[in-house]
């Protein structure tokens, strides 16, 4: 491919010489003469007079003046690098078929254009669609129904029941549909455990990272919408809702009945008290915790959270909080000799 | 199942109408007019009056006057959904067996009215009790022992020598028995692995979350105690022991050789160094770390702990603490100015 | 085994009875008159008196003086407990070939010395070395390399493309070679997921905990050098790059991109956000986040972190943030007097 075919590709403009072949992507610190690469995080601008990629793919505000290099010059570099990206290593699905290492339930109904890998098993009652990719390892419960065009990564558990949309990736070691962490207390103090007799619901376009847990409902469902996107570890409880095209990084958990809105996002650690809501655009920093609803869109960091702002100031003046501390007792004998005068 | 019916088996009283078919249960906001469902958290009072349950479950404090519906008026409303969740959805057990794609030694000893279900391994020396139920992809290492009526989901790890009581619930891609996280320096600055040579008992009414890791003892036994519930990704770190009937939320971590009491509560995301000792009837609250032995009960909080309430108090003066800085500074300036004068 | 040839092995000095036949190792708590045990945490001096140990490795700072033992002493009694404990525990490693219950490519090049278990996947093009032990439900995906002496614990996948070196330990569930977190913002405000088109690079001696999750770079490799150990549930995302010999402890999360050097501890819970360096030798403390890049040796605490001194003298301020805030205004308003007067 060579570089003037990607610009036309992304509806974007070549400077320097269009004519290099391209045959692999690389980051700018690594690649090759023959590779693509690109820039969007201004942390890694330096590395453009020493980069030997092919061509880069920048952003228009970059400012490439100087630099006796070849370059895509797009609107959104990151966008743009992620649609070619996309185009070159477009998945190749060329198996297909139920290896007959797999236990699959007769009653099961998998579309032929499926593959279902080794030591797969399908209980009864399961509906799988078109072209959709099971690895090994995989348990699906009775009754579940996945859609089209899933990946479906190995050791993943999908507990019975639970539906699942067309174009959901779910990486491995994720446990879709465990039991709720649900129980009353007992007259004489045990724990009486609450049976969790409700679902998991995953719509179109969700990513869930590697061992990832998301509880089933304990009655009702457990419903992440479409176009979300859930990180590595992320633990997820019964009866929760997050609304569509949201971003949940890696270890945050959110905890039973809370509904999250649309494009929220909670960074890495964060952590969500259970029966709250969060409004639509909401975006908790990391390691932060929520307890009480988030009606206003906006940034929220602490523990407990307030505005984002705000705490950054505080976080500030938590530094020298030592120091203050010393000062305040000062000021107050100081006080005491002024009174004294 | 008519309504007079559940309150005979609840030992509770209706008012409305005893005679309403019941066939299902469910939520007080989505519930239909042949469920049952349930009222416990102040919240969801509101929905008393729009609910289309058949029945509510209530507490005896709950005012109802007024609601022209069917209500079961007990003691602990949580409490009978409960009993009367897991009267009606009393597990089936009616598979029973070694499947014939299970790897099971033959030195295992297994009780007939196990179901040992497909691509299990069993390895040598193991005893499994009555009616114990074993899901696809669980592994159980040589010389482990499960008790009666448990049930292991699938893609779960017991290590060799675990010792596992009866009534025992393990949720998908927990790992029991995996090394303890153990190290000595060398010479040369290298770490030096210790053999962790210990196992792991668990009691009696243990349940554990999905994605959990214990890890063996280096020596001796980490120990779980009889009826202690364990969240979803919870670290339980070698030689700690939890006492009886404590909960233990979602992703929180207790490190090596701490020992924590009865009726302890460690709120999610919670962290406990090691070596230490907690008291029973301790409440960490989330996100919490501990680093020191508490021997008093009560609740505690903050990074690291301590008391809870003296916690409220710091943590809503730290959202002012920018502006409470600024005002230090200020009262210097003006006690300078005083003592000029 | 005798005492005295544990000393000699472990060219160190006994006091006592040479003569003390030793078959196992044990805590001090524990030990039995023919256990060996050891001494290292002051905490459990106490315990020198009452222990039933045939005899007790201790370090040359430890007053034995007045206690009726045999004790061998050391320069280091971790390491040499660790020592003694590898040569009694020598894993045997007499199981060796391929199971007929185990999904092999054909193309796979797999030493004969190795011992790959039931129910193992391996994929085209892999190449595994000499000694090592495939344990159940590992799979390992297209053209991954692993090394001499490895033990992959249950469970475990390894994704396509993996460098693993000799003598590495992974433990069960764990995931290598995930796909990164990696979404660009389209036009219309939907995440498109950048192809993660790199791998995971593991080298010689690495320890890796259950339930662990290493992400594939986006490009290039996510790499861990020699000799680190990494405790479960931890989170490495893609293009991450850890330094030799550091340590990673339970539930700590390290953001995309970020370098960690060399002897570096993370411990528990603690969290690095994306694009930063950590100098060799830093210590970031307990539950501590890191927002910016860290270049000289030392601990740091707190979210986010600064120097680990002035920490402990916020924190323990933290504590009585409440009665500051209290005295601040009290001194505001008695300021107020003042210059009325």
Same mark, same amino acid.
């Given at each position: 491919?060579?570089?003037?075919?990607?610009?036309?590709?992304?509806?974007?403009?070549?400077?320097?010489?269009?004519?290099?072949?391209?045959?692999?992507? $690389?980051?700018?610190?690594?690649?090759?003469?023959?590779?693509?690469?690109?820039?969007?995080?201004?942390?890694?601008?330096?590395?453009? $007079?020493?980069?030997?990629?092919?061509?880069? %793919?920048?952003?228009?505000?970059?400012? &490439?003046?100087?630099?006796?290099?070849?370059?895509? &010059?797009?609107? !959104?570099?990151?966008?743009?690098?992620?649609?070619?990206?996309?185009?070159?290593?477009?998945?190749?699905?060329?198996?297909?078929?139920?290896?007959?290492?797999?236990?699959?339930?007769? $009653?099961?109904?998998?579309?032929?254009?499926?593959?279902?890998?080794?030591?797969?098993?399908?209980?009864?009652?399961?509906?799988?669609?078109?072209?959709?990719?099971?690895?090994?390892?995989?348990?699906?419960?009775?009754?579940?129904?996945?859609?089209?065009?899933?990946?479906?990564?190995?050791?993943?558990?999908?507990?019975?029941?639970?539906?699942?949309?067309?174009?959901?990736?779910?990486?491995?070691?994720?446990?879709?549909? $465990?039991?709720?962490?649900?129980?009353?207390?007992?007259?004489?103090?045990?724990?009486?455990?609450?049976?969790?007799?409700?679902?998991?619901?995953?719509?179109?376009?969700?990513?869930?990272?590697?061992?990832?847990?998301?509880?089933?409902?304990? %009655?009702?469902?457990?419903?992440?919408?479409?176009?979300?996107?859930? !990180?590595?570890? +992320?633990?997820?409880?019964?009866?929760?809702?997050?609304?569509?095209?949201?971003?949940?990084?890696?270890?945050?958990?959110?905890?039973?009945?809370?509904? &999250?809105?649309?494009?929220?996002?909670?960074?890495?650690?964060?952590?969500?008290?259970?029966? %709250?809501?969060?409004?639509?655009?909401?975006?908790?920093?990391?390691?932060?915790?929520?307890?009480?609803?988030?009606?206003?869109?906006?940034?929220?960091?602490? &523990?407990? +959270?307030?505005?984002?702002?705000?705490?950054?100031?505080?976080?500030?003046?938590?530094?020298?909080?030592?120091?203050?501390?010393?000062?305040?007792?000062?000021?107050?004998?100081?006080?005491?000799?002024?009174?004294?005068?």
């Amino acid at each position: 491919m060579k570089v003037k075919d990607i610009a036309l590709y992304l509806n974007s403009e070549v400077t320097g010489d269009g004519e290099i072949e391209i045959n692999g992507l $690389s980051s700018i610190e690594k690649a090759s003469p023959s590779d693509l690469t690109f820039l969007s995080n201004k942390k890694y601008e330096k590395f453009l $007079s020493t980069t030997e990629a092919g061509c880069v %793919l920048v952003g228009k505000d970059t400012d &490439i003046s100087g630099y006796d290099k070849t370059f895509i &010059i797009c609107n !959104d570099a990151y966008l743009c690098f992620a649609k070619i990206a996309q185009a070159m290593y477009a998945a190749k699905k060329d198996i297909r078929g139920i290896s007959d290492k797999a236990s699959v339930d007769e $009653s099961a109904v998998i579309d032929k254009s499926c593959f279902i890998d080794d030591f797969v098993v399908v209980k009864s009652g399961c509906k799988i669609g078109k072209n959709t990719v099971i690895m090994p390892f995989v348990y699906i419960g009775e009754n579940s129904v996945i859609g089209d065009d899933c990946v479906i990564y190995p050791s993943v558990t999908i507990r019975e029941r639970s539906i699942i949309g067309s174009n959901v990736i779910i990486h491995a070691g994720t446990v879709i549909g $465990s039991d709720g962490f649900g129980y009353a207390k007992s007259e004489n103090g045990k724990h009486i455990k609450i049976p969790q007799v409700g679902n998991v619901v995953i719509e179109d376009r969700v990513e869930i990272g590697a061992n990832v847990t998301i509880d089933r409902a304990a %009655l009702d469902s457990t419903i992440i919408k479409s176009g979300t996107k859930i !990180d590595n570890l +992320v633990q997820i409880a019964h009866n929760v809702e997050i609304g569509d095209d949201s971003i949940i990084i890696a270890q945050t958990g959110i905890s039973g009945s809370t509904k &999250i809105g649309k494009n929220v996002i909670l960074a890495g650690q964060s952590g969500i008290a259970g029966h %709250l809501k969060i409004a639509d655009n909401v975006i908790i920093t990391a390691k932060s915790g929520v307890n009480s609803t988030i009606r206003k869109p906006g940034a929220y960091s602490g &523990i407990p +959270v307030f505005e984002h702002r705000k705490w950054l100031r505080s976080s500030a003046a938590f530094s020298r909080l030592g120091d203050m501390y010393k000062k305040v007792l000062e000021l107050e004998r100081e006080i005491e000799e002024l009174k004294k005068r």
